[in-house]
C-alpha cells in the first residue's frame, strides 16, 4: 500500500527532527513553502502539519509560526524570562551582525545567534519576533555605527557627498547590507530614514518638485547600494572558491587575451594594451562616480 503524500511527508519532518536538523523551538517549514517543496497542494502541506500537530511533533507559537515541540511531544517550547529585554535584544542583534559579517545574511538563523549566545532558540523570540524584524534592526544598528554629524553642512552636495559616504562606509563593514533591501520595497529602518531626511533638508530651499527630489535621492542611495553589492559578492565568490580576485583574474588572463586577440575586438585589444596592470579600487571606484553623479544632479540642482 503506497504512503499518502502527507504522510510522506510529515516522515520527513520527523526524520530531520531526529537526526537533529530540526531541534525544539526551530520553525518547520509552512504549508507553502512545503507545497513548493513537494509539488502537492496546500491542502495536502496542511494535512501534514495536523498530522504532526496531533501526534505533539509540532505546536503552534503566535506570531512566530509552527515549531518543534519540546521533547516529549504535547507541550510549547517556553520562552523563558529573561531581565533587562533592551540589553538582550542588543546582545542577539549584535551576535546576528557578526554571523553576517562573516559568513553571509543566509546563515543568520535564530538556531545560529542561540548556539552563539548559549540559548535557547525559542528564547530569543521573546526579543526578536521574526527573521524580517531581526534582520531590520540589525542595518539600523548597522548604520547607526556611522552617525550623521550633528550639524548639516552648506550647500545640497556637501550634504549629499556626506550621506553617500556614509552609507558607504557602513556598507564596506557590513557587505550584507546592499542586499537585504529593493527599490520596490524600500525597509521602513530608522536609520536609513534619517538619511532621507538629511537629503530633504539638503533640498529643502530649491524649486524641485517632490517627484525630482524623491528620483535624486533614490539615485544616491541606489549608487552606494550598487557599488556595495560588488563587496558581498567578492565574499561569497571567495568562500566559494578559495580564490582572490586577483588569483581568479590571473586564471582568466588566457581565456580573455584569446578573446582580445580574435576578430572584431580591435578596439579591446587597443584598450587592453594601453591599459597595462590595472588594479579595480572600489573605494577609488566609488569616489571617482560619486563626483560624476553630483556633477549630473547639479546642472538640475543649481
Known sequence: M?????????GDIKRRIADGRLRPGDRVPSTRQLARDWGVALATATKAL????????????????????????????RRPEISGSGRMRERIVRAAIEIADAEGL?????????????????SLYRHIGSKDDLVLLMVDAAIEDFPLPAERPPGWRAAFET????????????PWMAGVTS????????????????????????????????????????????????????????????????????????????????????????????????????DRLFEFGLGRLLDGFEKMIG
Open 2 to 10: 503506497n504512503t499518502p503524500p502527507y504522510a510522506r511527508i510529515a
Open 183 to 282: 527599490l520596490y520595497r524600500p525597509l521602513p529602518s530608522a536609520g536609513l530614514a534619517k538619511h532621507t531626511e538629511w537629503v530633504m533638508a539638503a533640498l529643502a530651499d530649491t524649486d524641485l518638485a517632490a517627484t525630482t527630489k524623491m528620483h535624486l535621492q533614490i539615485l544616491l542611495y541606489s549608487y552606494v547600494q550598487g557599488i556595495a553589492a560588488n563587496l558581498e559578492m567578492e565574499r561569497r565568490a571567495r568562500a566559494a572558491t578559495g580564490l582572490t580576485d586577483e588569483e581568479w583574474m590571473g586564471e582568466q588572463e588566457n581565456r580573455l587575451r584569446a578573446i582580445s586577440e580574435s576578430d572584431g575586438y580591435t578596439a579591446f585589444a587597443a584598450f587592453l594594451a594601453d591599459l597595462g596592470d590595472f588594479d579595480l579600487d572600489l
Open 50 to 77: 495536523a498530522l504532526l500537530a496531533q501526534e505533539g511533533v509540532v505546536v503552534a507559537e503566535p506570531r512566530v509560526g509552527t515549531v518543534v515541540a519540546e521533547r516529549g511531544g504535547g507541550r510549547a517550547a
Open 163 to 174: 550621506t553617500a559616504r556614509l552609507q558607504w562606509a557602513a556598507c564596506r563593514a557590513h
Open 106 to 122: 543566509p546563515d543568520v538563523t535564530m538556531r545560529a545567534i542561540a548556539d552563539r549566545l548559549g540559548m535557547a532558540t525559542m
